[in-house]
Every structure is written in structure tokens, then in C-alpha cells.
């Protein structure tokens, strides 16, 4: 299917060819037939990509602080390298959608195949949308007005936050297409309408839906037309839907409104307040956040959990099907905001007149039905294979995220895989790496990866509550595995991992890429010379993640003690050569339960300490290792820099750039599917420190 992207590196769209989204729970598959561009919102990610990278950081000053953490903490070469993989991705546009509903996930009610639907589905088209952000079309609204649905939710959510009142006055600065849909609203809420604008033309369109209106552009002092308008008591409040870096509008609209005012930002403006502004006359002033209440929670938007109407009047749902019904009352018309209109092939030239000079307003991508070809399918072909299959691995990826694209793919293709395919759920990440990194192919349809004969071993980088599962149907389709951590979330889905796995004849190995690192062999070394037990510190500094992130999910993520603290688990039992025996957890209480000490006993009386902290700044280097022996000491910082004390016949083991091993990990794994050798981590230790995780992850 065709999609269009942006490049945030250069700022370039195009139309690519995708894959059509796997149909997904709680979702609804559409075949589009209309979006609309949101000239705003839009024209601010096609500047942001156009521009250099000065302009760019300039634009984002707190990423510029934490690029500069991450150089003293990493250095430049990895920081650079980070910068430019997440530049490098692609952006999918669009977020106003019309089309038919092609399929209806598990857990959905309320929709059927066949139903219209307006949703804030990309400009694709197919798309998978949230059942909660989706509402049926009337009959008596066409394809192009329905378009409007989201940006006209935009527009009331605001007006919701103003509560206007009968016969108020009410200020809209920036006339583009929310703030014309925002005059109609007010009007068929009762109030005066006053337009600020500097395009005549918006100017005249405003002026026709029955609002006043001041032209910036021709130097009319724009609070002394309020002023007038409000019968010199001061206007109710202002709405600005206007895009800005300039304070001027929040400054002036103060300066507008009566005492006790209310003041709300829709748009994207300056927001040095003046406290003297709103000292005086106790104003309010409010950002509205989107469509409204659900907006960026996962839980109303992915897991399909509805607000109580009783105590949520209006989500962003319910102010779809608002607007939605005042279109097809009439009492709403965007009919007349239509300036352009392009099939979605030509939909690079509809954001050159985005991003250009010529005058535009609506500007809608339609969608025809192109007879002999499929929307739908799921899988587009890439390259002919790289090299004629044979004993050696054959690899094709589950999941093609930001650490797969950046880490894995890179570290599997030096290591001399052959590049099978790539999958993911949404279609856009999959095709990106399948034609950065040479796949013969990338898919939706990860089922196509277990049943491929070409395919001898499946790499899992999708989220955590995913692993298991995959885990089991590629050792059951006879694959390799090579599964990035942790392994799994709970005690039952690990003995189902290791009854599967132990009567496989096929390698199981979990990404714990620390024990490869070139500074750790070093340390394994060192301490094959030293007998008796040891004492092992490691301290990660490992950051703030917020509650909400599904890493945080105890269903979706685990928790971080079982997602990442396993690395470290592994590494220490990696270098104490000698099974656990006891373990125990003592953490802070928080509610994400994420600064911890986890202490950990060995067979052979070595005793290690790992210090997970969530709470320190990220200008600290990230982890660090501490080896106790036999009165000798080493220490190993961020794996860059590499200390002995007192060890005889070896000082420091310093690297230019961090490394912590995840090609070694990768062509260990490779190597091992070529010569037929054992798994590079015995099974047994594999299960051992997935099982002192989950473990862990539940002492709290």
C-alpha cells in the first residue's frame, strides 16, 4: 500500500510502499478514502526535517542537553551515531482519516465491517486505529467533510475549556482550519466572535461565518478593536489557534480580556508569561491538550478503556461524534476551507504547497480504488537474495524498533547472516530497515517468518509480554532463537520456555550482551588466575522512565528489574563462573519500583551486589563494575575504560568508543548455527538468571 513519510534527516516526503498493519486487538483496519493535510501541525515537522542540524538543536534545546550528557558519558562517536539513527527514521504524517472499516480486532464492539468511520489514522491507505479514537460516519456527511473530524475536535476541545456562555464575546487569533472551525462553533454556542488574522483572504472566510474580524496584516491595533467589540468592558475570553514562537498573542490576549478573564492556547506559541498580565485581572489561562480527555492514555487509547460518561462527559471519541453531528446538521460547514486536492501518489507535491508560498487551507489526499490491486497485502518483496542459502544463518527478524535498527540488524548483517525478513506490526519501521540493511523482504505477517523455509533462525525484538509466545512458535516451526531480554515475565511462561526449549534440537540464546563485551572477556580472564570466591559491585545509573512508559506496564513490560537488571544478573554470574544460590531485593518505595539493590550469593561463596538506581542525573556515567580478589581490585567504567589495582601484569584496557558487546553477542550467535556448535550461553544459565529475575521482579 502507499504511505506517506516524512525524513526528519532532510525534511524530504514521499510515497512509499508498505505493507498493509497487521489487524490488532482493541483496533480497526480502514481502507482510507480521504485525509486532510493540517497545514500546522504539518508544516512545523516538514520545516523541522528542512532544516540544518544548528537550526534543528536550536528548535529542541532540551535534546541538545541530552545529547551533550550522553557525549561526556559515552563520547561522540556513539552520540553522533545515536543522533543520526533516530533522525534517521521515518516519520509517518497525517492525522485526520476517513475510509471503510476492512476488519474488526478481538475486543471491539460497536463497529462492523462495512461501517465509515472517521479516526486520526496517518495518511496511508490502510491504517490501524485505536477503536477509541475512531466514530462513525452520518450518511449525510461526505467523505471530504467528515475529514475534518479531528481538526474540528481540536477546535472544541479548546471551546469545551473556555466554557462560553450565551452571548459572550470570544477572541479567535489565527484564522487557518481550526480557527475557522472554532468561529462556527462559538457562533452555534451563542457567542460574539471577534477573528484575528493577517491573511485577507482567511479574514474574508471568517467574516462570511458570521464573525468580525481585525486584519493584523493592515496595522489595525487589534486591542482597541476588542476593546470596541466588547463594549469597552473587555472580551470573555481568547482562543488562539495561531502557530508562533513569537509571546505576542498570549501577551495581547490578556491585555484583551476583562477581569477574570479566560485565556486558552489551542496553537503553539511563545509562553513567557507576564505575571503583571494576569496579576491584575486574575485571569485563567489553560492549554488544551488535543481531541480531549483519552488523549495519550494508553489506556483509553491501546487497552480500550473508556472513560465513565457520568464523570467524563466528553473524550476525544465523543467529540469526534460531536462534530461529527454538527456537520451533519449543518450547523458546521467546511465545504468552502477546500483549496486543493491530490491523489495520495501525488501527495509530495500537496507539501510542497504546504512548505511553499502559494495561498492554501484544506488541502484533502483522496484515496481511488485502483482495480487489480490489493491495499491489504501484507508483505512487499525488497532485494533478491544476498547469497544462495545454505548451512549458514539465515536470519529474519520479529520487530524492527529503534534498538533492532540501531544495535541488532547492524551487528547480525556484520556478522555475516544473510538478511531473510523483517517484521513489524505497523508496516513502517520494517520496510525502512529492510531497505537500509538488504532484506529480501519485510511484512505485517509474522506468522509468514515462522512458516518460511528459507528462515533457520528468527531474532525477537518486540516488546516484553511478546516474548514467550514467540519464543514457543519459533522453536515449535524449528527455528533458531536469538531473543533480546529478557527471555520472559513470569515463573509459568518460563517452564513452558524451558520444556520447549529442552526438546528442541535447535539454539535458544537471550541477548545478555554484557558478558561479550571485549573489556569482560579481559576481566573473565584476569580472574581465571584467581582462586576462591569473589565480590562483585555493579552500579547502573540507569535513569527516570516514566510510570506511564510500557516498560513500566507489569503486563506489557515487567518492570525494569526483569527487562534490563537481568543484563546484570547475567554479567555477575557470568564472571562468578558458578550457579546462584540465594538472592534478595531491597528497594525504594516508588511507585514504579525501579531503585533497588538486588544482592546475589554464589555457590562457590562469591557474593555480588547490583545497585539499580532510577534517581541519579544523566550526566553519571551509566554503569559501572567493580571486581574484588584476592587483594586486588578491578574496575570497569561504562564499558570504555578498564582499571587494575594491584593486579600484577596488567594496569588499565581503555576503548575509543564504548563497547558492550552486542556484535560479539550477535556473531557468536551466527557462528554457532554455522559450525553447529553449542548455544553461546549454556541453557542452563539462560533459564537460571531469567528465573533470579522474575524473582526479583516480584520481591517488592
Avoid at 533492532?404 to 508496516?427: D, E, H, N, Q, Y
Wanted: net charge neutral; proline share 5%; hydrophobic share 45%.
Amino acid at each position: 500500500m502507499k504511505q506517506l513519510l516524512q525524513n526528519l534527516k532532510t525534511g524530504e516526503t514521499s510515497v512509499a510502499d508498505v505493507p498493509c498493519p497487521a489487524p490488532r486487538r482493541g483496533h480497526l483496519l480502514i481502507r482510507t478514502t480521504r485525509t486532510l493535510v493540517s497545514a500546522g501541525t504539518e508544516r512545523m515537522l516538514v520545516d523541522f526535517g528542512r532544516a540544518g542540524w544548528i537550526d534543528k538543536a536550536r528548535q529542541q534545546p532540551d535534546k541538545v542537553r541530552m545529547v551533550l550528557d550522553k557525549v561526556r558519558t559515552d563520547g561522540i562517536g556513539p552520540t553522533l551515531e545515536a543522533v543520526r539513527n533516530k533522525l534517521d527514521q521515518p516519520l509517518p504524517l497525517g492525522y485526520c482519516n476517513v475510509g471503510i472499516v476492512v476488519d474488526v480486532g478481538p475486543g471491539v464492539s460497536g463497529f462492523e465491517v462495512g461501517d465509515r468511520v472517521a479516526s486520526n489514522g496517518k495518511h496511508a491507505e490502510a491504517v490501524s486505529v485505536p477503536a477509541n479514537l475512531c466514530a462513525r460516519v452520518p450518511d449525510g456527511v461526505s467523505d471530504d467533510e467528515a475529514a475534518f473530524t479531528v481538526l474540528g475536535a481540536i477546535a472544541l476541545q479548546g471551546i469545551r475549556l473556555v466554557q462560553p456562555t450565551l452571548g459572550e464575546t470570544v477572541v479567535v487569533t489565527g484564522l487557518g482550519l481550526i480557527g475557522l472551525v472554532a468561529v462556527q462553533l462559538l457562533r452555534a454556542h451563542g457567542c460574539r466572535v471577534l477573528g484575528l488574522d493577517m491573511d485577507a483572504a482567511r479574514l474574508e472566510r471568517a467574516r462570511a461565518l458570521g464573525a468580525e474580524v481585525v486584519d493584523l496584516g493592515a496595522g489595525v491595533d487589534p486591542l482597541a478593536a476588542a476593546q470596541a467589540f466588547s463594549r469597552g468592558r473587555g472580551v470573555d475570553a481568547v482562543l488562539i489557534t495561531a502557530s508562533t514562537q513569537s509571546n505576542e498573542p498570549v501577551h495581547q490576549a490578556a491585555q484583551m480580556c476583562r477581569k477574570r478573564g479566560r485565556i486558552v492556547l489551542v496553537g503553539v506559541t511563545g509562553l513567557a508569561l507576564s505575571r503583571a498580565d494576569f496579576y491584575e485581572k486574575e485571569l485563567s489561562f489553560q492549554v488544551s491538550c488535543s481531541y480531549g480527555p483519552g488523549r495519550y492514555d494508553p489506556s483509553y487509547e491501546e487497552k480500550g478503556q473508556d472513560y465513565p460518561v457520568g464523570f467524563v462527559r466528553w473524550t476525544e471519541q465523543r467529540n469526534f461524534e460531536a462534530v461529527l453531528d454538527m456537520l451533519a446538521d449543518r450547523r458546521i460547514g467546511v465545504a468552502d476551507l477546500v483549496t486543493h486536492r491530490f491523489a495520495v501518489a501525488e501527495a509530495a507535491a500537496a507539501y510542497e504547497v504546504v512548505a511553499g508560498s502559494e495561498p492554501s487551507l484544506g488541502i484533502l489526499l483522496e484515496y481511488p480504488v485502483e482495480p487489480g490491486r490489493s491495499v491489504t497485502e501484507r508483505t512487499v518483496p525488497l532485494a533478491p537474495a544476498a547469497r544462495a542459502a545454505g548451512s549458514g544463518g539465515v536470519v529474519s527478524f520479529i520487530g524492527s524498533g529503534n534498538y533492532a535498527t540501531a544495535v541488532l540488524i547492524p551487528a547480525f548483517k556484520t556478522a555475516g547472516a544473510r538478511l531473510r525478513g523483517v517484521a513489524s506490526a505497523a508496516g513502517i519501521s520494517s520496510v525502512h530497515a529492510g531497505r537500509k540493511f538488504g532484506f529480501e523482504e519485510c511484512t505485517t505477517d509474522t506468522e509468514r517468518l515462522f512458516a518460511d523455509a528459507a528462515t533457520n533462525a528468527l531474532v525477537i525484538t518486540t516488546r516484553h509480554d511478546s516474548h514467550a509466545g514467540l519464543v514457543l512458535r519459533a522453536l515449535a516451526a524449528d527455528k533458531h532463537v536469538f531473543v533480546e531480554k529478557p527471555l520472559c515475565l513470569t515463573l509459568d511462561e518460563l517452564a513452558q520456555v524451558e520444556r520447549a526449549a529442552r526438546a528442541s534440537s535447535r539454539l535458544l540464546m537471550v541477548g545478555f550482551n554484557r558478558r561479550f563485551a571485549p573489556q569482560v572477556v579481559k576481566i573473565k580472564s584476569l580472574l581465571a588466575a584467581v582462586p576462591g570466591p569473589k565480590a562483585f559491585v555493579m552500579t547502573v545509573n540507569a535513569g527516570a522512565i516514566p510510570a506511564g512508559h510500557w516498560t513500566q506496564d507489569p503486563e506489557a513490560g515487567g518492570g525494569r528489574i526483569v527487562g534490563e537488571a537481568c543484563h546484570f544478573i547475567d554479567l555477575l554470574r557470568h564472571l562468578a563462573g558458578s550457579p546462584l544460590v540465594r538472592w534478595h531485593r531491597t528497594g525504594m518505595d516508588s511507585p514504579t519500583a525501579d531503585t533497588a539493590t538486588l544482592q546475589l550469593a554464589f555457590e562457590d561463596g562469591s557474593i555480588g551486589t547490583v545497585h539499580y538506581f532510577a534517581n541519579g542525573s544523566k550526566a553519571f556515567p551509566k554503569e559501572r563494575l567493580e571486581v574484588f580478589a584476592a587483594g586486588r581490585v578491578l574496575q570497569l567504567d561504562n564499558f570504555r575504560r578498564l582499571c587494575g589495582h594491584g593486579w600484577p601484569g596488567f594496569t588499565k584496557l581503555n576503548l575509543w568508543r564504548q563497547d558492550k558487546g552486542q556484535s560479539a553477542c550477535a556473531a557468536a550467535f551466527v557462528r554457532a548455527i554455522e559450525t553447529g556448535g553449542p548455544a553461546p550461553i549454556a541453557l542452563d544459565e539462560v533459564l537460571e538468571v531469567s528465573r533470579v529475575a522474575i524473582e526479583l521482579a516480584k520481591d517488592h
